[in-house]
């Protein structure tokens, strides 16, 4: 990435290609020749596979000196290319093919999932802060998750089970589930996410017991002139019958600890869900699909003749209903199966289900459980009679 391995005329080029998307005025310099491109997409290579292979870069911070050479490389890529759009004609066929794979280079970093970003997101609204509004579209590694908060990913990691169990404060669902939403297609992410929140539970119960035991020793030391109860209570522990009762108590406290909540009441399984609305006749450069609008439940429902998906994700395997209820309360079923946890799309693919004419109060109901459901208990849940507070079940409505 070292910018002596550029020509003196790609560097003209580059810097041109910065003056356009920065609206600012510059002479047209003289294009490079063909072979002068190749360290450009060589850079453009190890920055996009830094990035990719490397998930946890941003998650301990701020650190300019690994995530700055890489968006630098990103930008020059985007550069380049608002150049060769402006310079290079098709005819000139040696450039064109030389552009090439700067082109494909740079739609691939498109693709990368900057939410890893996150903690970086001041240092990255610095960079934006430098580039006009109307070309910020251009720059998908510095807008992408750039509105969350740098220390979203953390909190997430300290609050994961509360918003999975959704009894996390109202602050923190209404700041941290849209992160969440947002991320959760990198799955590696994720997982990473998941495992982090796992070792930090882990590490504040180890904090809980060595604070015990730490208060059960003042407590001895407090106990020392009442001789014998210590003692006593030990020589019980040691006989096998008692001993083994405690354990199993202790244990049957663990697993009711782990599928209750703080109120005793069963804990709902972790599901968040979104509906993914593609419009008709919008298209991103170079023809391909736009991205869906992601809506969440409660947001406006989706208009006639467009297409729609449900994509909702998991945190343990569970059974899955959805149905399509119209205006006068019918119920369609649309798919039901026993899924793993993870992301999951219905439907699947490339296939859409279309709004053909809303005559308006109808929905689309998921249900998620534990276990598999009886028609009677199913129809309770589509119908809202099942109380989500004492049943180990999810119901989400989307409005169409």
């Not at 510059?26 to 830094?50: I, K, Q, S, T, Y």
């Not at 996150?118 to 720059?139: S, V, W, Y």
């Not at 409660?298 to 959805?322: C, H, N, W």
Request: glycine share 6%; hydrophobic share 40%.
């Amino acid at each position: 990435m070292k910018e002596q391995a550029f020509s003196s005329a790609l560097r003209r080029f580059l810097e041109y290609g910065r003056e356009c998307l920065l609206n600012a005025s510059g002479d047209v310099p003289p294009l490079p020749e063909a072979a002068d491109f190749e360290p450009l997409a060589n850079m453009l290579a190890r920055a996009r596979d830094a990035f990719a292979g490397d998930l946890t870069l941003g998650l301990g911070g701020e650190d300019s000196e690994i995530i700055a050479p890489l968006l630098a490389a990103f930008n020059l890529g985007g550069y380049a290319c608002e150049a060769a759009d402006r310079l290079i004609d098709a005819t000139d066929q040696a450039r064109d093919a030389a552009m090439k794979d700067v082109y494909s280079l740079s739609d691939d970093v498109g693709d990368l999932p900057f939410g890893r970003l996150i903690p970086c997101n001041e240092f990255r609204r610095a960079l934006l802060g430098q580039i006009p509004q109307e070309n910020h579209f251009l720059f998908p590694w510095l807008t992408e998750c750039v509105q969350f908060d740098s220390d979203s990913l953390e909190r997430i990691i300290q609050a994961w089970d509360e918003l999975w169990g959704r009894t996390a404060p109202r602050d923190d669902a209404e700041t941290l589930v849209p992160v969440l939403t947002t991320i959760q297609s990198d799955t590696a992410l994720m997982d990473l996410l998941k495992s982090e929140a796992r070792f930090h539970a882990s590490v504040m119960r180890a904090a809980d017991e060595l604070a015990r035991r730490q208060h059960m020793a003042r407590a001895r030391r407090s106990a020392a002139d009442v001789p014998g109860i210590i003692d006593r209570l030990v020589s019980w522990f040691r006989i096998p019958a008692v001993s083994g009762a405690v354990a199993l108590v202790l244990m049957a406290g663990v697993y009711f600890a782990t599928q209750t909540d703080k109120d005793g009441r069963p804990r709902p399984i972790g599901v968040t869900a979104e509906m993914l609305v593609h419009h008709d006749g919008l298209t991103v450069r170079g023809g391909a699909e736009s991205e869906p609008d992601v809506r969440k439940p409660g947001d406006t429902p989706p208009g006639e003749g467009d297409a729609i998906q449900i994509r909702f994700m998991l945190e343990k395997s569970a059974y899955v209903y959805l149905y399509h209820q119209d205006s006068a309360g019918r119920l369609e079923p649309l798919f039901s199966d026993r899924l793993d946890e993870g992301i999951h799309i219905f439907p699947d693919g490339e296939k859409r289900m279309r709004i053909v004419r809303s005559e308006g109060n109808e929905t689309i109901i998921l249900v998620a459980s534990e276990k598999a459901l009886s028609e009677s208990e199913l129809d309770k849940a589509l119908h809202d009679a099942i109380d989500e507070t004492t049943a180990q079940l999810v119901v989400i409505h989307f409005q169409l």
